[in-house]
């Protein structure tokens, strides 16, 4: 019996031995004698215009005990407050070679003392701030390109990118260097940071991670059609969904930060709201998308050329109007001075007019334009019916200075430094003689209490 069992194991053995191997599998070179596609000849071409942003701020912090000269006396402490240094990390994107120009995200170099510019091959530069704009969330960088050899990245402007496109994110995320990932372009026109005051964005699914802000989107021609600049987030990581700022608005504000170092905004004096199925049933109007004239503010373009609230406004210079917001990012990017054209539906007939921005009435103006302890909060002209001067505080970041001294959403600052003053533009010439090193006392009115409030 054992013997068998012995023979039989001796004939599987054999048998296994001569049955052939399985096949292993391996990825072919080629099929048909082609090549199989990869980005590896675009990203060669791209990954020189990307560079590494690090960013240091030095901000004088004081201890609590510093204010007490009994205490300072009692320990023979000086009175000179410690310096502390904090750095930051993102990307930017190279976009004129000849004068060596980089475009960034403005929250990546917001506030910083020193900026640093590292290339793909390990080079550095100091880098100079030409103009940063907070509404939009971009800046301008600049590092001395002579005999540099530096590589711009071409941008797409003229072709629309559509869902469904594929991209490719290069930055440096987590500060581990150049870095790339791909997806496709998930979404068109987002605007879903509430942040920033015009929104367009680009939502992808290709890994947007801290440290890819400024970096560049591209397609698969190595052209940038984006801005990184955000990520939908509830654990700080990536989950598939990222923000980028289309290029078509990115270069509208390089062009303006280039030749004049700030953005020049213009206004048509309206405020409008999205045209719901509501409106349009009420309007008896059979489109679904557009943006309808909710007020028309007095000695404006607007009320000049006739505008109504009702109005509803489908087109803008020759972009459809799909919302609100559509139409405040339009009127936003366009340069002080220059024209808009409008097509809008007015008792179910379609009109066109054109009309010349004006210098905006002062509405929702953030903090930082104004002063940089204002830093965070968006102030706002006070309602016509109010007897109170001053302005109002719209809305107010939580680790901003102003929210750390004790200011709250719908404080209204009636005085600064023992100075009164009624609107914006008051407040931001009263701000300039003050200086933007010096401390602020803001009076402000809460309710029926009034307030002294210190920011240092």
Do not use: C, H, K
């Given at each position: 019996m054992n013997y068998c069992l012995r023979t039989a194991g001796l004939i599987c053995a054999i048998l296994l031995l001569l049955l052939p191997a399985p096949a292993k599998a391996v990825l072919p070179a080629a099929v048909d004698g082609q090549p199989l596609p990869s980005l590896a000849p675009v990203l060669e071409?791209?990954?020189?215009?990307?560079?590494?942003?690090?960013?240091?701020?030095?901000?004088?912090v004081r201890s609590p005990f510093m204010d007490d000269p009994f205490f300072r006396r009692f320990f023979n402490l000086p009175d000179v407050p410690r310096e502390r240094v904090s750095r930051s990390l993102g990307s930017g994107v190279i976009v004129d070679a000849d004068n060596g120009y980089i475009l960034t995200n403005h929250h990546v170099i917001n506030d910083a003392d020193d900026i640093a510019v590292t290339l793909v091959d390990g080079r550095s530069f100091d880098a100079e701030l030409i103009g940063?704009?907070?509404?939009?969330d971009l800046a301008v960088i600049k590092i001395d390109a002579q005999e540099q050899s530096l590589h711009a990245l071409p941008l797409n402007i003229a072709e629309e990118l559509r869902v469904g496109d594929f991209v490719v994110a290069v930055g440096n995320p987590f500060g581990l260097g150049q870095t790339v990932t791909s997806g496709i372009v998930s979404a068109l026109g987002r605007s879903a940071l509430n942040r920033l005051e015009f929104q367009n964005f680009i939502q992808t699914d290709a890994s947007i991670n801290p440290g890819n802000s400024g970096g560049a989107l591209i397609n698969l021609r190595g052209e940038l059609v984006g801005i990184n600049t955000a990520i939908f987030t509830p654990s700080g990581g990536n989950?598939?969904?990222?923000?980028?700022?289309?290029?078509?608005?990115?270069?509208?504000?390089?062009?303006?930060?280039?030749?004049?170092?700030?953005?020049?905004?213009?206004?048509l004096g309206l405020e409008t709201q999205d045209l719901t199925a509501e409106?349009?049933?009420?309007?008896?109007?059979?489109?679904?998308?557009?943006?309808?004239?909710?007020?028309?503010?007095?000695?404006?373009?607007?009320?000049?050329a006739g505008l109504r609230p009702g109005d509803v406004i489908i087109q803008a210079n020759g972009?459809?109007?799909?919302?609100?917001?559509?139409?405040?990012?339009?009127?936003?990017?366009?340069?002080?001075g220059e024209s808009i054209e409008l097509i809008y539906l007015r008792d179910g007939r379609e009109r066109r007019i054109s009309l010349e921005t004006m210098r905006p009435l002062n509405r929702h103006v953030p903090g930082g334009q104004l002063h940089p302890k204002l830093e965070g909060m968006i102030v706002d002209v006070l309602p016509e019916?109010?007897?109170?001067?001053?302005?109002?505080?719209?809305?107010?970041?939580?680790?901003s200075l102003g929210a750390a001294a004790g200011l709250?959403?719908?404080?209204?600052?009636?005085?600064?430094?023992?100075?009164?003053f009624n609107g914006v533009e008051r407040m931001r010439d009263l701000l300039e003689d003050i200086g933007s090193r010096e401390d602020?006392?803001?009076?402000?009115?809460?309710?029926r209490r009034a307030y002294l409030v210190l920011l240092e």
């Open positions: 071409q791209v990954v020189p215009s990307v560079v590494n942003i690090y960013t240091e701020t030095r901000v004088q940063s704009d907070e509404a939009t989950v598939g969904i990222g923000f980028a700022i289309p290029v078509s608005m990115a270069q509208l504000v390089l062009n303006q930060l280039t030749e004049y170092g700030v953005v020049s905004r213009g206004s409106l349009a049933a009420g309007f008896d109007l059979d489109i679904n998308q557009g943006a309808v004239i909710s007020r028309v503010m007095e000695q404006t373009p607007a009320d000049d972009q459809p109007v799909r919302n609100a917001q559509a139409l405040i990012n339009i009127e936003g990017l366009t340069p002080l019916r109010s007897r109170l001067g001053g302005v109002i505080i719209e809305s107010l970041e939580q680790d709250r959403t719908g404080d209204v600052i009636t005085a600064i430094n023992r100075v009164r602020l006392v803001l009076q402000i009115q809460r309710g």
